[in-house]
DNA sequence: GGCCCTTGACGAACTGCGTTCGTCGCGATA
DNA sequence: TATCGCGACGAACGCAGTTCGTCAAGGGCC
């Protein structure tokens, strides 16, 4: 019981004072594993291979990470301290909420692996905990409503991170023709007429292309339908942004 | 080489016309393979594990599967096909893509690890194009032309698959809280003041809802350009529902 | 100053994974 | 009946995460 917290200080235990034996620290191994993600994927982020970075055997980084889901959830909170959560107000929230949104996307597109970790993770670590009220408080700022706003987030984030998993994935196969390339190239057209004519543009597009787009339309969905609208075709849109029927 | 299409029929080369030992085929081991992943996640459908159910080696499952990635790519095409793709044209297009995107969000929620399953494949199967295909009716149907529709497409499957993952994990630990609820519910009021404040609010509400509610906000800033005329100014948002910028 | 004992480091081993290989035996052909 | 092609599959390989028991270093105590 009593779950301790996998991001506190953790102090290192003393180790009755002596120096702990130079390279092996918490620090060390999250920066080790890190970098073993970026440079070689999410299977190239072993337990043994993070240990053999740093000399030592697997065992030994048991003693400061409980388990590799815990040490996956230091890396990614690690992963994601270089994202930029600027503090200053101003007018135009809109652009510094993408540049937030567009901020943490790099983060997870820069290394292969780290968005699939990103996906499988629960992020819940400081940095993550920064970005989530950084949104909050930029939403707030752009009058969306608090109980709108907490889904807008998880809306916002899950999407980033998931454009990021599948478009760096795609990535690291750009060479001749990615299975899904061939398969949507070879289509057959009198089966799949509508796939067949717009294969072109079903692959198109860079991350960041698709990932800005996809950012605009959740945006413009979030603040369309608002009570007071422009649009009269939608009843059931405008309820996105206001009831959402009271969470339980 | 010249990479066999996996999802042919394979003719189950007619050992010499007698019948196969009854159990084993490709049907069997797929069917084999969803039921162990339905009741004991993803993890739990290991090619041993499979082969076990089948009272074999997992070596034999080799002479009908190229591979584990193969596996579980024929595995997901079969758990979409229940996914319902009505054929029937009228004036309702907007509840029936939203019935579509409901069905296959179910498919995929409905086993704990299958959405998982899906965020790691790329699905490419006849049951992942025919979605594709229907949906891509669907938006010309409502007008969407046809650039942007390719694009809203990938958005629409990739976010129904991703509330998937995320809620159908989520939903894997109900009884005490959960690792996130944990971290959420404990977060500091005075250095999360946003976060913490709504904290009930993150956590709110389930599968269904939270995807009915982020489709509708898709959808709605699909048909409605630029989430501009509420908030300050947005030119690029315009670009969102029409030119997006020709795809190179 | 020397002994002891706590405590962290880590080699070895356990289970289970995906995958490969070589043998075996069934059953159709001649 | 004898042959033999070919699918089935036991055994083994390398690698994974994790655990356990041993070992040595180093501070505290007499």
């Known amino acids: 019981m009593a779950h301790r917290d996998p991001f506190a200080a953790h102090p290192v235990k003393s180790r009755r004072g002596g ?33 053999g970075a740093l000399d030592t055997g697997a065992a030994s980084l048991y003693a400061y990470v409980e388990d590799l889901r815990e040490l996956q959830a230091l890396v990614l909170d690690r992963a994601l301290a270089s994202v930029r959560t600027p503090r200053t107000r101003g007018h135009d929230w809109h652009r510094r909420l993408k540049l937030v949104l567009e901020s943490y996307f790099q983060a997870l597109f820069r290394s292969p692996g780290l968005a699939q970790l990103a996906m499988a993770t629960i992020a819940a670590g400081p940095n993550a905990l920064r970005i989530v009220e950084a949104l909050l408080e930029l939403l707030d700022e752009g009058g969306v409503e608090p109980a709108t706003a907490a889904w807008a987030v998880d809306l916002l984030l899950l999407y980033a991170t998931a454009i990021a998993a599948e478009q760096s994935s795609r990535r690291d196969r750009p060479d001749p023709i990615g299975p899904l390339s061939r398969a949507i190239g070879a289509v057959p057209a009198e ?18 292309e698709r990932f800005a787009w996809s950012i605009d339309v959740v945006l413009a969905g979030l603040f369309h339908g608002s009570p007071s609208d422009t649009a009269g075709g939608g009843r059931e849109e405008a309820r996105a942004t206001r009831g959402k029927g009271t969470p339980r």
Request: hydrophobic share 40%; glycine share 10%.
């Open 19 to 51: 120096p702990v034996k130079e390279p092996l620290s918490r620090e060390a191994i999250v920066a080790a594993a890190l970098d073993l993600l970026t440079r070689h994927g999410l299977e190239g982020m072993s337990l043994r291979r993070i240990a």
């Open 191 to 208: 089966q799949y007429p509508r796939i067949h004519a717009i294969r072109k543009e079903l692959l198109s597009g860079g991350g960041r």
